[in-house]
């Protein structure tokens, strides 16, 4: 992308100096508008309008699905707490609609919360993100707004998105139209969606450093003061707050990868990556959090940041900063396939027409996200050797576990490819069962793929009685007491634990 935007003629620049008046007037803005009814756009939202009475806050997506969804008893996403939110707040200062246009005119603050998936064709295929849905929602503002308004950048994004979106809006709006394009990533966990939204670490606003940017962050900055601690709202540059998002997520995802591959070195020594984490914890300068071995990470944002970061660093030349992010992936990848490999080999070399428990699906516990979630290529692995599957996941219906086994890499971010897709194909070496005892009834081995806490009470000797002999845990997450299993019988496999002499 290249530098700089289009300098405004004489005539705009006296009608953006006119609207600034009119904004900062209103420090607060009367109507918020967010473009995108997904796992950002509706939380997000929804937390705003609890906390913003005085605030019309609509929610706006063109699938007439999607929105009705929103406005039943049965939202279209489960995270803890949300029911309450939007209950509390639907049809008093919250709303959900299709009417894009007409929303989007009246609004006076754009949040654009739209899909920003990797690419899977053309130039940067597998790695840059697609703004095919941003660049259309960025004409659509354009076309139907008067007056200032301000536009904000709420989906992940590629550092330098703002400047494009800002050619866009500027080559297709009137010159009755002025805006400033504002940076609030959001640093959401899926399962903790709710709580992260009312009590942030931080929000981060990035804006140009002008007049009018520096006005434009104070403006959304009052909206969420109304309950964030000031000292929590953190302001910057456009490029830097685009690129702490990727930053973010690329140093989590490092830091589980760095656990993973120590796992594999615990394993092959007799150490046990569980005591190396806890005691590495505890040094003040790295903290305990994100030193978990397990089958590998999930989620929507991971893999497809840190293959941003990559692309990016790759166009900008530097090569081997894009290795070094890279190889982030390369060893998520290695441990999915690492705990395939050791399943089948101490399965007998052979699970051919073997049942096989999967105990989880989604990509972690207390959500029914499944985007890149491990179990899908553990599951893939298992079903090219011939495998059986049966699969437990509380909250992940059966529809969507059959679509994601069947979906090309990368296609789940693509709704048309989504949308097309050959719903539901009964392949039979696929069954999804109602409970855990279920999943695993004559089944040769459980593999624990997500870490919902019903799976640790569940009643392992009534289990074991069920599963053919002898009978196999592989516990990707580490989640269960290894020894109290073994006493009843099962043959145990831990990520990066001393191997059971049974296990190869």
């Not at 027409?353 to 890149?372: Q, Y």
């Not at 109290?484 to 990066?496: E, P, S």
Request: glycine share 8%; charged share 20%.
């Amino acid at each position: 992308i290249e530098m700089g935007t289009p300098t405004p003629s004489p005539q705009r620049q006296a009608t953006l100096n006119h609207h600034h008046h009119n904004i900062i007037a209103m420090s607060l803005p009367g109507k918020i508008v967010c473009i995108g009814a997904g796992y950002v756009g509706g939380p997000t939202m929804a937390m705003i309008a609890k906390n913003c009475p005085m605030i019309q806050v609509t929610v706006v997506d063109i699938s007439q699905p999607r929105i009705d969804a929103w406005n039943s008893d049965d939202l279209p996403i489960y995270e803890p707490g949300l029911d309450e939110v939007v209950k509390a707040c639907r049809g008093k200062n919250l709303f959900f609609s299709t009417d894009v246009d007409t929303c989007v005119a009246e609004a006076d603050i754009i949040f654009v919360s739209v899909n920003t998936p990797t690419k899977t064709k053309g130039i940067g295929a597998g790695m840059a993100a697609d703004l095919t849905y941003w660049e259309s929602a960025a004409r659509g503002i354009a076309r139907v707004s008067k007056g200032y308004k301000i536009i904000v950048e709420k989906s992940t994004v590629p550092v330098k998105t703002a400047e494009a979106v800002e050619k866009v809006l500027t080559s297709c709006a009137d010159s009755f139209f002025t805006f400033d394009v504002l940076s609030n990533p959001e640093f959401l966990a899926e399962g903790t969606a709710i709580s992260d939204l009312a009590k942030p670490d931080r929000v981060l606003i990035g804006g140009k450093e002008s007049d009018s940017g520096r006005k434009a962050v104070a403006c959304l900055a009052s909206v969420y003061q109304q309950w964030v601690p000031k000292e929590n709202v953190v302001c910057s540059n456009l490029w830097s707050a685009e690129l702490t998002k990727l930053a973010a997520n690329a140093v989590l995802a490092q830091r589980i990868s760095s656990m993973n591959s120590l796992s594999a070195l615990c394993e092959a020594t007799g150490a046990d990556v569980q005591q190396v984490g806890y005691a590495i914890g505890m040094d003040t300068r790295i903290g305990s959090k994100f030193l978990n071995a397990s089958v590998g990470f999930g989620g929507s944002c991971f893999q497809k940041d840190i293959l941003n970061l990559v692309y990016i660093c790759d166009s900008m030349g530097l090569k081997e900063v894009a290795e070094y992010w890279r190889q982030v992936i390369v060893m998520n990848d290695y441990q999915k396939t690492r705990f395939v490999h050791r399943m089948i080999s101490t399965m007998f070399n052979t699970v051919s027409n073997k049942k096989i428990g999967i105990l989880g699906f989604a990509f972690k516990k207390d959500t029914g996200d499944t985007r890149e979630t491990p179990a899908i290529d553990v599951c893939r692995g298992l079903l090219t050797d011939g495998a059986k599957l049966d699969i437990y996941d509380p909250k992940v219906k059966e529809d969507l576990i059959r679509s994601e086994l069947q979906l090309g890499k990368f296609e789940w971010d693509h709704p048309q490819a989504y949308a097309n897709r050959v719903a539901g194909i009964k392949d039979e070496s696929i069954n999804v069962s109602s409970s855990a005892m279920d999943a695993a009834r004559d089944s040769h081995g459980i593999a624990i793929l997500t870490e919902w806490d019903e799976f640790k009470a569940l009643d392992y000797e009534e289990v074991f009685k069920v599963m053919v002999k002898p009978a196999f845990i592989f516990d990707g997450r580490n989640l269960l007491d290894h020894n109290a299993l073994r006493k009843i019988g099962f043959v145990v496999y831990g990520i990066g634990k001393p191997l059971d002499p049974f296990v190869t």
